[in-house]
C-alpha cells in the first residue's frame, strides 16, 4: 500500500490566496484527520472524518478554514483567504475505526 | 474536557542510558493510547501502543506502562542510541476516534 499521499508536499503562497491540500487515505480506512502542526502549539487536530461525513470540526481555527471529503478517496482542506499566520505543515492522517492513525508525508505552507 | 499532558518537553540522555516520558490525561474513558515518534521534517510514526485492558507492553527496548486509576501513562527506551533521539509524541482517545496528542518530548541522545 503507498500509505496517506498528500499533495503539495510544498506550498508557497502570498497572504490572500486560496489554498487547496489534499489528501488519499489509505484504501479502506474509513477515518481521516487534518491535524496542523507549528512549534508554537504543536499537533493540533483541525477536523476529522467518519465514512466521508465530518464528525468534530472544533478545531478548526476560524471560517476562512474548510474541508470535504466528497467520497472514501479523497478529501481537501481550504484555507480562504490565507494569512501568515496560517504558515505550519499540514498533516493528513487516516486510521480503521478506533485503530491506528497512519500519517501523510505532510504539507508544508508557507504564507507570505 | 480532553487534555494530555506530557513531561519532560526537552529530555537529555547519555547513549546507552534509559530515557523515560511520562503522559496524564483528563478522560476516564479513554482507551487506546499511541506513541509516536517524529525525526525532524518527517512525519509522526507510530512505536507502539497500548490498550485499556494490559498494564504494560514491550517491544525491543521500548516499552510502555498504563496505570489506568492515576490516568498516567508511560515512554521507557533502554540502552538509548543515537537514532532514538527525535520528538516523541503521546496520545489518547477521546469519544472514540478522536486522539488528543501531548505537546511532545525533544529527546537528545547525546554521545
Known amino acids: 500500500d503507498a500509505g496517506v499521499i498528500q499533495s503539495p508536499r510544498h506550498e508557497v503562497t502570498e497572504m490572500g490566496q486560496e489554498v487547496t491540500l489534499r489528501c488519499k487515505p489509505i484504501?479502506?480506512?474509513?477515518?481521516l484527520f487534518w491535524y496542523r502542526q507549528t512549534m508554537m502549539r504543536g499537533l493540533e487536530l483541525l477536523i476529522y472524518?467518519?465514512?466521508?461525513?465530518?464528525?468534530?470540526d472544533s478545531g478548526m481555527p476560524e471560517d476562512r478554514f474548510s474541508a470535504k471529503m466528497p467520497n472514501a478517496s479523497f478529501s481537501t482542506l481550504k484555507i480562504q483567504p490565507s494569512e501568515p499566520r496560517d504558515s505550519a505543515v499540514y498533516f493528513c492522517?487516516?486510521?480503521?475505526?478506533?485503530?491506528?492513525?497512519?500519517f501523510g508525508p505532510g504539507t508544508r505552507l508557507l504564507v507570505l | 474536557g480532553e487534555n494530555v499532558e506530557q513531561h519532560p518537553s526537552t529530555l537529555s540522555v547519555q547513549e546507552g542510558d534509559s530515557a523515560v516520558i511520562k503522559c496524564t490525561y483528563s478522560?476516564?474513558?479513554?482507551?487506546?493510547f499511541p506513541w509516536y515518534k517524529q525525526e525532524l521534517g518527517k512525519r509522526p510514526q507510530l512505536i507502539i501502543d497500548?490498550?485499556?485492558?494490559?498494564g504494560e507492553k514491550k517491544d525491543q527496548r521500548i516499552a510502555v506502562t498504563l496505570n489506568k486509576t492515576a490516568k498516567h501513562f508511560s515512554l521507557h527506551i533502554t540502552e538509548t542510541q543515537p537514532e532514538d533521539s527525535a520528538v516523541y509524541f503521546c496520545a489518547a482517545t477521546y469519544r472514540d476516534d478522536k486522539i488528543i496528542f501531548g505537546k511532545g518530548t525533544r529527546l537528545h541522545i547525546l554521545p
Open positions: 472524518f467518519n465514512n466521508n461525513v465530518p464528525i468534530d
Open positions: 484504501s479502506g480506512h474509513n477515518s
Open positions: 478522560d476516564s474513558a479513554s482507551n487506546y
Open positions: 492522517a487516516s486510521s480503521l475505526k478506533e485503530g491506528t492513525q497512519y
Open positions: 497500548i490498550r485499556s485492558n494490559v
